[in-house]
């Protein structure tokens, strides 16, 4: 795309402003109403119906296509197992916490107990042990000298 690096003309400008007054004055688009409830939302209401069922042996196809035959929603098994398990998360969360509970900052902090146990330092090996224990090879300055009394 190239840029002209002549001025715009009068009529551009003028047309540039009401497009950009336009786009500022566009109202905030609000989300489609929604009447009827997300198949989430259905899902969550019927987990504890759904959940008997799926107990009594009902895989997870077969409560898919009776949801799809009974109450007319389309959706797939592996779809109805993770809105069920959302579903159970859910209500298990809102179940487990505790009612009165004080927020994490109002309580005061756990007292760190001290290490019962003395940290010791590694033992100072050989380096013929350490290059054992490594599989290494140790080489001694006379190996050094040996390997590089060629070169002179």
């Given at each position: 795309?190239?840029?002209h690096?002549?001025?715009?003309?009068?009529?551009?400008?003028?047309?540039?402003?009401?497009?950009?007054?336009?786009?500022?004055?566009?109202?905030?688009?609000?989300?489609r109403?929604?009447?009827?409830?997300?198949?989430?939302?259905?899902?969550?209401?019927?987990?504890?119906?759904?959940k008997?069922?799926?107990?009594?042996?009902?895989?997870?196809?077969?409560?898919?296509?009776?949801?799809?035959?009974?109450?007319?929603?389309?959706?797939?098994?592996?779809?109805?197992?993770?809105?069920?398990?959302?579903?159970?998360?859910?209500?298990?969360?809102?179940?487990?916490?505790?009612?009165?509970?004080?927020?994490?900052?109002?309580?005061?902090?756990?007292?760190?107990?001290?290490?019962?146990i003395?940290?010791?330092?590694?033992?100072?090996?050989?380096?013929?042990?350490?290059?054992?224990?490594?599989?290494?090879?140790?080489?001694?300055?006379?190996?050094?000298?040996?390997?590089?009394s060629?070169?002179s």
């Amino acid at each position: 795309m190239a840029i002209h690096s002549q001025p715009a003309s009068d009529d551009e400008e003028n047309r540039q402003e009401a497009f950009l007054r336009k786009l500022a004055d566009l109202p905030p688009k609000t989300r489609r109403n929604r009447t009827r409830a997300t198949h989430m939302e259905l899902i969550a209401t019927w987990y504890p119906h759904l959940k008997s069922a799926h107990d009594k042996g009902y895989t997870y196809d077969e409560l898919a296509g009776f949801i799809a035959s009974e109450a007319g929603i389309s959706i797939t098994a592996g779809t109805l197992r993770k809105y069920m398990a959302k579903a159970k998360k859910e209500q298990g969360t809102a179940s487990a916490k505790p009612v009165n509970s004080p927020p994490r900052s109002a309580l005061p902090p756990i007292p760190q107990k001290p290490n019962p146990i003395p940290q010791k330092s590694s033992p100072k090996l050989s380096p013929d042990r350490q290059a054992r224990l490594t599989n290494r090879k140790t080489i001694s300055d006379d190996d050094i000298e040996s390997q590089f009394s060629n070169l002179s």
